[in-house]
């Protein structure tokens, strides 16, 4: 006789908005408006699952009515009007709103347009010292006209790149709403890459005009770039200008100008009408093999989207103050300054995420008075270990919504978060990339959070997953896929004639269909989880497991600083999966260690899973943007040489990279 299957609990919500905020939510009236204004599905009341997931089937079913009614919704500006909104879906190279003209720093300052809005602050800049220092307004729309009518004066036109070496910092955001302002196109690297790694990335696009800093402070120590400027300058051929700013109070080099002189005199800012699609700015993938990819975005791809995630999905609006721990050379910086483009306040830090003490950024969003708060999920991971007490040690009152990204934020975090900041905190795990500097799936405000799981797919994303042989699955792990075109897709990569590398860095295996190389499961409760990266993504006897499970599960331990899961295919057919951990000081890797990391991982994962071997390193390699790096030392492991594997200046640490080789070697 055999027992029938006892029917499994569905899981339960960690929160769920109340009715109030669900009512006030922007996505909650555009819904309305667009059923009333543009055909969408009615709202369902009482039932927001089902709302949202009717108005997202619009949205990917009804592209052009979604993107007119959003454009509308957020009064996007066309100083043309555009002939219809999606000329061609096709991808790569889909046509959005031929005809249109607009100006993406147009939108940026229309706030300072108000007159009673003119004195509060656009910006609050915040350093090591944790105190806000307020840019109104008219002070930033005032200083963006005048160093566009600066640039103008040197000759740059449209389409002309323009270079940044900058901190998080005002002046960084100045640059870039002037260069957008006249046409220009902005490229920007932190002030914490080399020379090399920087002219890795500036020298595909050619800058004339570069903007640097003589140095910036970081973990309560001066950090001197001087030379590295001058290493640039000679680097840098095209340029025809060089533009000082004195972060460390230093004068400025001979032949480069002052920043100060510059913005000294406030104008109204001219803003250049450009095509939907003309360039914007140039943001660069990991660059882990070969140069970095310099991906472009178009003024009207990115202000859309921008405008959708930012409204719709972060409900954010004029009142809000908008934080996210971030550098220049991550696409999240721009994401952030794009909180401008909704009316919000953009908190700028330029610091250490963890000075003087791990709490740091926790200090910052309460003095800043931060609703949207951003931060990684490796930070959040930080915490917990550090046993930081957020909600007890500091006031939160107006944090709305905890964000993370970078890394899928562990369940472990989502309970953190609700125990330690607020139990009645929206969290939102958000995942997207550099290469549309946008979110696939993450927030939306009108709906419950699962532990370990996105919220839901966002508007106008088709996303979906995919098995090998290119059927959507549900409740499966699968490719993350993308099956019909997003605005902020890039328009090309920088020498790429052809199109050959754009075409082969997303559309290989599935032609016409972006594969993003994440594997991520799609739940029938249209929930979304994100298991890591594709190409890295270990498969031990058909069973697949993303590595950030991996990482999860045993960096609990208290003994585990960090670790690098790398699964590697013999030439034989084998499999070789070793663990590299980097121990907290004082562990050491002995038999007991050795056993607890491998029954954590045969307990709470699979047997399946349990590594090779587990293998002490100095450190775990990562991007210069934070990300472990996995394929890299796969390749290595593989044989495949140091020089052909990996590019040394897209490594935080390049001189890892020789303990990994070295054991290739050694292993045969």
């Not at 105190?131 to 640039?151: D, H, I, K, M």
Request: glycine fraction near 10%.
């Amino acid at each position: 006789m055999t027992t029938a299957p006892q029917p499994v609990d569905p899981p339960q919500p960690l929160w769920s908005p109340g009715e109030d905020r669900i009512a006030r939510a922007q996505v909650t009236r555009f819904h309305a408006w667009a059923a009333e204004r543009h055909g969408a599905p009615a709202p369902v009341p009482g039932d927001p699952v089902a709302g949202y997931a009717a108005l997202h089937r619009w949205s990917v079913e009804r592209t052009e009515p979604f993107w007119q009614a959003l454009t509308e919704w957020c009064d996007v500006r066309f100083s043309t009007p555009y002939e219809r909104v999606l000329a061609d879906p096709a991808m790569p190279g889909a046509r959005w709103f031929p005809g249109a003209t607009l100006n993406y720093a147009e939108h940026a300052l229309r706030a300072a347009e108000d007159p009673a809005r003119a004195d509060e602050p656009a910006l609050l800049h915040v350093d090591e010292t944790h105190e806000p220092v307020p840019v109104t307004w008219a002070r930033l729309r005032g200083q963006v006209g005048a160093l566009a009518a600066e640039l103008r004066r040197l000759g740059v036109r449209p389409g002309d790149r323009i270079s940044g070496y900058l901190p998080n910092i005002p002046q960084a955001v100045v640059a870039l709403l002037a260069t957008a302002a006249v046409g220009g196109v902005w490229t920007s690297c932190a002030p914490d890459f080399g020379a090399r790694s920087v002219l890795d990335r500036f020298q595909q696009v050619e800058p004339v005009v570069l903007f640097t800093v003589d140095g910036y402070h970081y973990g309560g120590k001066r950090h001197e770039r001087a030379d590295v400027v001058g290493e640039l300058r000679a680097g840098l051929p095209t340029l025809r200008a060089v533009v000082h700013i004195p972060l460390l109070g230093t004068p400025a080099p001979e032949g480069a100008l002052e920043w100060d002189a510059l913005t000294a005199h406030p104008t109204e800012p001219e803003f250049e009408q450009l095509p939907f699609d003309h360039p914007l700015w140039v943001l660069y993938s990991s660059g882990t093999t070969g140069l970095p990819k310099a991906i472009v975005q178009s003024q009207g791809g990115i202000l859309v989207e921008h405008l959708k995630q930012l409204a719709l999905h972060c409900d954010l609006g004029p009142g809000d103050r908008f934080f996210w721990y971030t550098s220049t050379g991550w696409m999240m910086w721009n994401f952030l300054v794009s909180g401008l483009l909704v009316g919000s306040t953009v908190v700028l830090y330029d610091g250490s995420p963890g000075h003087p003490d791990t709490a740091a950024q926790w200090r910052i969003a309460e003095r800043t008075g931060a609703t949207l708060f951003g931060t990684s999920a490796a930070y959040v991971m930080a915490c917990r270990k550090a046993g930081v007490r957020p909600g007890r040690d500091f006031d939160l009152s107006r944090v709305q919504c905890v964000a993370t990204t970078g890394s899928p934020l562990p369940p472990d975090g989502f309970r953190w978060i609700h125990d330690e900041v607020a139990d009645d905190m929206w969290i939102a795990s958000v995942s997207g990339g550099t290469d549309v500097c946008s979110c696939f799936a993450g927030a939306v405000p009108t709906l419950p959070v699962y532990i370990g799981e996105l919220q839901a797919p966002c508007l106008g994303t088709d996303l979906q997953a995919w098995d090998a042989q290119g059927k959507p699955v549900v409740d499966e792990v699968g490719e993350l896929v993308v099956t019909a075109p997003m605005p902020s897709m890039p328009i090309h990569f920088w020498n790429d004639p052809d199109g050959s590398r754009y075409r082969d860095s997303y559309f290989e295996m599935f032609p016409g269909v972006w594969r993003h190389g994440d594997w991520i499961t799609l739940t029938s409760r249209g929930t979304v989880v994100i298991h890591g990266r594709s190409d890295s993504t270990l498969n031990r006897q058909g069973v697949r497991m993303g590595s950030a499970d991996i990482y999860e599960a045993v960096e609990r331990l208290p003994e585990i600083r960090e670790s690098l899961v790398i699964g590697v295919e013999r030439p034989d057919g084998g499999y070789w999966m070793p663990l590299f951990v980097h121990l907290a000081p004082g562990a050491s890797l002995d038999d007991a260690l050795l056993d607890r990391i491998k029954r954590t991982i045969r307990e709470q994962l699979s047997p399946r899973h349990v590594p090779d071997e587990v293998i002490e390193v100095p450190a775990i390699p990562h991007t210069l943007t934070g990300k472990r790096i996995e394929v890299p030392v796969k390749r290595l492991l593989q044989g495949t040489p140091l020089e052909k594997a990996v590019n040394p200046g897209s490594v935080d640490n390049a001189g890892l990279l020789g303990f990994y080789e070295q054991l290739a070697r050694e292993r045969g």
